[in-house]
């Protein structure tokens, strides 16, 4: 009996796995550890969140995130982020909203810091926030 395999599916393991194992290497993510997942913020989202990509997840990825998760970098100039985690897009950040809570998102069971692992940093209060947006979705 043959096994199947979409690509998708062999992609997005691959991804997953690359991420898991950091992706240090140099720049902006040289210092991180090795393993950067962290447990789920367990942060619920409130019938009242008025947070979208609009007001909220697009200028964080901005901020924090795409001078290293780019779909429109390549190579080094990624700095080790892995290929598939890009977050210029809502699309792209929703594909892997668990690991961004993961890494950068604060909430009742956690609150983790392992990214960005150098320059500008979110406060307490915007990991918080990028808690909840996700929990409600990345609307």
């Not at 991420?19 to 997942?37: I, K, N, T």
């Amino acid at each position: 009996m043959a096994v199947r395999f979409s690509i998708h599916k062999v992609v997005l393991a691959s991804s997953l796995l690359v991420f898991a194992m950091g992706h240090g290497g140099g720049g902006c993510c040289s210092d991180e550890a090795e393993e950067v997942l962290g447990p789920s913020t367990e942060t619920q989202c409130p019938p009242t969140s008025t947070l979208t990509y609009a007001s909220f997840g697009q200028p964080f990825m901005t901020s924090y995130c795409t001078r290293c998760h780019s779909s429109t970098l390549t190579g080094a100039d990624r700095m080790g982020a892995p290929a598939f985690h890009d977050f210029d897009t809502q699309i792209g950040i929703q594909q892997v909203a668990d690991h961004v809570d993961q890494v950068a998102g604060s909430g009742p069971a956690a609150t983790n810091e392992s990214m960005p692992p150098d320059g500008a940093k979110p406060t307490l209060d915007e990991r918080k926030k990028l808690a909840e947006w996700i929990a409600c979705g990345a609307p």
